[in-house]
């Protein structure tokens, strides 16, 4: 489907990928783009319609569709990330990252596919990472929240299929943006993750590796798994 002419849901559209999703929609000729935070006040962008949606909080999500109740496109792209290991990690931290990076789309995909429906099927865009594919000691709760969250693509997928809803997982490495401010390597531009994304909504790709980085993980997930994290630990190790 053409994002030109239609309706489009973005959350976390206040800053970073959230923000060039917004952009790109722009660029693409969105007919009406919903741009939501928590924080309605941050987002910067003219010419959007501000929704406040919180992912955690039901409430917030079912005023939303019924603000929003001729969506197209859903971009799920809310995210945090604590820094959490999960054996030894606070496990309040841990909840937080899965109720936000996991619950948090599935309840706008739950609250959001019958107007999909409604509207022919349409497209949902979930932002997941490489790091749905491996883990770091310090990486624990993002890893199992993403690893949700590409699971939770895939059964998407499958249970829409029926009502013709295109589902698209986003996988990439580092991306310049706040939350990758404290971490060295090659990053990735917010602006290059949403244009593969709407390209890959645009040409009914399921599934974009936006970077070298995801690439390389991807290809590993057949090899044993002392193989595999010696190769991405040599790697990342440079």
Do not use: C
């Not at 949606?53 to 799920?76: M, R, S, Y």
């Not at 841990?94 to 596919?113: K, S, V």
């Not at 249970?159 to 580092?174: K, N, R, S």
Request: aromatic residues 6%; without cysteine; negative net charge.
């Amino acid at each position: 489907m053409n994002v030109e002419g239609r309706n489009i849901l973005i959350t976390g559209a206040n800053r970073g990928i959230g923000a060039a999703f917004v952009e790109e929609a722009k660029r693409r000729g969105a007919a009406k783009i919903y741009a939501a935070a928590r924080d309605v006040d941050s987002i910067a962008a003219a010419g959007v319609e501000r929704l406040r949606i919180d992912v955690t909080d039901p409430q917030q999500i079912a005023a939303a569709v019924e603000a929003a109740g001729d969506v197209h496109i859903l971009v799920n792209n809310a995210g945090i990330s604590t820094s959490t290991p999960l054996v030894t990690g606070d496990e309040e931290s841990i909840r937080r990252e899965m109720d936000t990076n996991f619950f948090g789309p599935l309840r706008m995909t739950r609250a959001f596919a019958p107007v999909l429906a409604r509207g022919g099927g349409g497209a949902i865009v979930n932002v997941i990472s490489a790091l749905s594919w491996f883990t770091t000691p310090m990486s624990g709760a993002y890893a199992a929240s993403k690893a949700a969250a590409w699971a939770l693509t895939d059964s998407t997928r499958l249970e829409l299929t029926a009502q013709g809803t295109h589902v698209v997982a986003v996988h990439m490495g580092l991306v310049d943006t706040d939350m990758s401010s404290g971490f060295n390597g090659p990053k990735v531009a917010p602006l290059a993750v949403a244009h593969a994304a709407l390209g890959a909504v645009e040409s009914g790709t399921q599934e974009v590796l936006a970077d070298d980085w995801s690439i390389f993980v991807k290809s590993g997930l057949t090899l044993a798994p002392a193989e595999r994290y010696e190769q991405i630990l040599g790697a990342l190790r440079g």
